[in-house]
């Protein structure tokens, strides 16, 4: 039995594949161009999310990928979601259940689309109707940052701090500033007045100003540490001591990089709940306190709408704080133009005496207060 964390691809040989069958509509979409398009890291959670599909042990011994897709109704489809939502040891995985079930349906989809004549009409794994409610990613904070980039220096690992200003201030994904962001995106020949940020999620290429309209920095910390910083190659953030064999500075790859980072911020003292791309989601909610606009932090991060602004701004006390002075401020400003009003009509006269008859009054200039009788 193979591994249901497996990689779809490596756990199923094309010789096993036989026509009709889960296996055989799963080859199909990781073989189309709609797969191809994605990221790499999506990819390979696709990958392990029909592994944990097709690789399901039945009772007669087979695995689920080997029976045929005519057999596969709704029913089944609710009892392989509810069958995955725990592992063999009794701990939860609801997320991945669900990303196996909203895979599996766009495979179903992809296949029924190249093969009408094959694949039936109705997809089990469609309106499944599963509620997933995640766990928030907790935004960083920028003295979170600070702390975290001074303990990434004081061990030798200045890369992994200017990985993290970036993700902060500059609001890319640690995919992209790992693998694709380079020295000649900083500062480009035809424009180094700025720093082109591409997000490969959204296909977006965003030209962050560096400079604002008196020539002042906008991102004085970390325009600084890139001014200052050695380059070991193409890419700006590298390993920062060569490797023994290669003698060059080698790419961070993921697994590693994120251990690192747990340890530095382990030694610096920050909640273990903090997460490298919880920085992006502070860099956003920074901006959302600093009242940017919807489109003044799409235009920032990349983001095509507004709704992903939501996931990442978290609304916090400080958003709250404004609403709330923002509210205030309004109804002050409605109380001053019925004082103003109060010897103009009668209707005028009228507002301004319903309002004062509902516990409010003016208190000079510093606002309202409930009136005392």
């Known amino acids: 039995m193979h591994s249901a964390n497996n990689d779809f691809n490596s756990s199923i040989p094309d010789s096993a594949l036989t026509k009709g069958t889960f296996d055989w509509m799963t080859a199909i979409y990781l073989a189309s161009p709609q797969f191809d398009d994605l990221p790499d890291l999506t990819q390979r959670s696709y990958r392990q999310a029909l592994a944990r599909i097709a690789n399901y042990p039945l009772k007669d011994g087979r695995r689920f990928g080997t029976i045929c897709v ?4 709704p029913a089944v489809a609710d009892q392989m979601h509810a069958r995955l939502k725990s592992r063999s040891d009794g701990s939860k995985r609801a997320r991945s259940a669900m990303l196996s079930m909203r895979v599996a349906q766009r495979a179903w989809s992809i296949a029924q689309r190249r093969y009408v004549a094959d694949m039936p009409s109705n997809n089990p794994f469609a309106k499944m109707g599963i509620v997933y409610r995640p ?5 960083v904070t920028y003295q979170e940052l600070l702390c975290f980039v001074a303990e990434a220096d004081r061990t030798g690992d200045q890369s992994i701090g200017t990985a993290a200003m970036i993700a902060f201030f500059w609001l890319q994904r640690q995919t992209d500033i790992l693998a694709r962001l380079s020295w ?14 591409f ?7 965003v030209d962050i100003p560096l400079f604002d309209n008196d020539g002042s920095h906008l991102w004085p910390e970390l325009s600084t540490r890139l001014d200052t910083s050695h380059r070991h190659g193409a890419l700006i953030v590298t390993r920062d001591h060569p490797d023994r064999l ?10 590693y990089f994120r251990h690192r980072v747990a340890e530095i911020r382990a030694a610096a003292g920050i909640d273990p709940q903090v997460k490298f791309m919880g920085l992006r989601h502070g860099g956003n909610t ?11 932090l799409r235009a920032l991060s990349g983001h095509r709408t507004a709704n992903m602004v939501l996931v990442y701004a978290k609304a916090s006390l400080q958003q709250r704080r404004e609403g709330a002075r923002k509210r205030r401020e ?39 207060e409930p009136r005392t009788r």
């Open 199 to 205: 997000h490969h999620k959204t296909h977006e290429l």
């Open 330 to 368: 309004a109804r002050e400003a409605a109380v001053l133009r019925l004082q103003k009003a109060s010897n103009g009509t009668t209707d005028d006269q009228s507002q301004l005496s319903n309002y004062n008859d509902r516990g409010f009054g003016m208190v000079g200039a510093l606002g309202l």
């Open 246 to 255: 290669r003698k060059t500075h080698l790419p961070w790859q993921p697994d």
């Open 286 to 296: 920074e901006g959302a306190d600093a009242d940017l606009t919807d489109a003044q």
């Open 70 to 73: 005519s057999s596969i109704t």
């Open 184 to 197: 000649h995106h900083y500062r480009p020949v035809d424009a180094p007045e700025v720093a082109r940020i």
């Open 135 to 139: 766990t928030p990613t907790r935004p």
